[in-house]
């Protein structure tokens, strides 16, 4: 077997130990987690950062007097600026919301979008990444190939003098594949529009410049970051954020509230109103911490090893369908979506034997991309997708057993 390149290859087999959910078992084995693009486990790291907010300085933030509220601000402005450090913005331009979608839903309600308007996104997006702009305009995805690769280079064709915003996955959650969002910005610049990226696969296998994607907006959550649920960010170029209505009022966004006038907080603090998730944005911020320590240029090196290792194993299982599989391999991290042959079961069947039989826990279903399916004439995928604690051994293992199950149903 290939071996991956790179100092990050000897790393899985010691920051396993960082993980304690890679230590559970199910029927006394230790389970292969391989369903990261849903939800990924957390490092010990980012636990304790969240127990100590809990167990050392609970209170709300921008707005106590005592000591516990000085700790509890300077933890979540903290963890905005480590955020912010990542991907090379200011942490003014840094606004905590509750997920990825949540950060979109703000975005599509904030710049004024009509029903005539037009957003030009992919036909695979995820649910988040579609909907928001389908419930207050006219989506125009661009096509996909026969595979479910999407035809990137031909945005500017899907640009005309209604759309008002492009918004794409720096990698899709069924493709694996990183795209060009340069070529998209590009297109937007020369357009005059605001692009969207959305990192929640991206932001922890890719090293994310913004200043260098040139994007207006990026969204991303923290629970497939290694960070904890119901924590997201969303970055947005200062002016751009500035030009958004708000989202939602209430306490903490306002700096002056009085029958005469009301005065908001400038950006990002507007856009957070009420008690935020204080132990989500400081896990995050840990999480975070944790990928920049052992080097993302390292993260990626692992991710594409992966990838690369996984998608040669699903092509030699004869029947075996996999989503964008015309994609370059230098360009896919370790995800995959495909349809196994296997008579008379459902890929969410075969999951769940995965899971009971082999202890091999990976996703099964439409994975939030029902058009992506659709088109593809897919009644459902399954989906493995790796991060930096896994090893190839781990994708051996899943390859192994995907063969047993293949041949079985023949």
Not at 39 to 49: E, F, L, N, S
Not at 311 to 320: A, C, N, W
Request: hydrophobic share 40%; charged share 20%.
């Amino acid at each position: 077997m290939t071996h991956l390149d790179g100092k990050i290859d000897e790393l899985p087999g010691s920051i396993r130990n960082d993980f304690p959910l890679l230590s559970r078992t199910i029927d006394g084995e230790r389970i292969t987690y391989l369903d990261s693009a849903s939800t990924a486990p957390k490092p010990t790291c980012v636990i304790d950062a969240v127990a100590r907010v809990y167990g050392s300085y609970t209170a709300n933030v921008h707005r106590g007097v005592h000591l516990l509220a000085d700790e509890a601000t300077e933890a979540y402005e903290g963890a905005r600026g480590e955020i912010a450090s990542f991907l090379n913005a200011s942490s003014a331009e840094i606004v905590f919301t509750r997920n990825t979608t949540e950060a979109i839903n703000l975005v599509a309600s904030g710049i004024g979008l009509g029903k005539e308007d037009e957003v030009v996104i992919t036909a695979l997006e995820h649910h988040s990444n579609f909907m928001p702009w389908e419930a207050r305009a006219k989506t125009v995805p661009v096509a996909l190939a026969d595979d479910g690769l999407p035809l990137y280079g031909e945005v500017e064709s899907y640009i005309g003098p209604r759309t008002r915003l492009l918004a794409l996955a720096q990698i899709s959650n069924t493709a694996g594949i990183i795209a060009p969002v340069a070529e998209w910005a590009a297109a937007a610049r020369r357009h005059g529009l605001p692009l969207l990226v959305d990192a929640s696969q991206s932001a922890s296998h890719v090293p994310i410049d913004v200043k260098a994607l040139d994007c207006d907006f990026l969204v991303l959550s923290g629970h497939k970051l290694l960070g904890p649920s119901g924590i997201g960010v969303l970055y947005g170029k200062r002016e751009r954020l500035e030009g958004l209505s708000l989202y939602q009022t209430g306490g903490g966004m306002v700096r002056y509230h009085g029958e005469d006038r009301v005065e908001m907080h400038d950006v990002p603090q507007r856009f957070e109103a009420g008690t935020p998730n204080i132990e989500g944005a400081i896990g995050l911020g840990a999480a975070v911490s944790y990928l920049r320590g052992l080097g993302m240029e390292n993260v990626l090196a692992h991710s594409l090893g992966l990838g690369r290792l996984l998608v040669e194993g699903l092509r030699s299982i004869p029947g075996t369908r996999i989503v964008a599989d015309s994609g370059p391999l230098e360009k896919r991290i370790g995800l995959a979506a495909f349809s196994l042959p296997s008579r008379g079961m459902s890929q969410e069947s075969i999951a769940r034997l995965l899971c009971d039989r082999y202890q091999i826990l990976v996703s099964g279903g439409f994975h939030c991309a029902h058009i992506l399916h659709h088109r593809l004439g897919l009644d459902g995928t399954l989906r493995v997708s790796t991060h930096v604690f896994n090893t190839a051994d781990d994708i051996e293992r899943v390859l192994s057993a995907l063969r047993e199950i293949a041949d079985s149903s023949r």
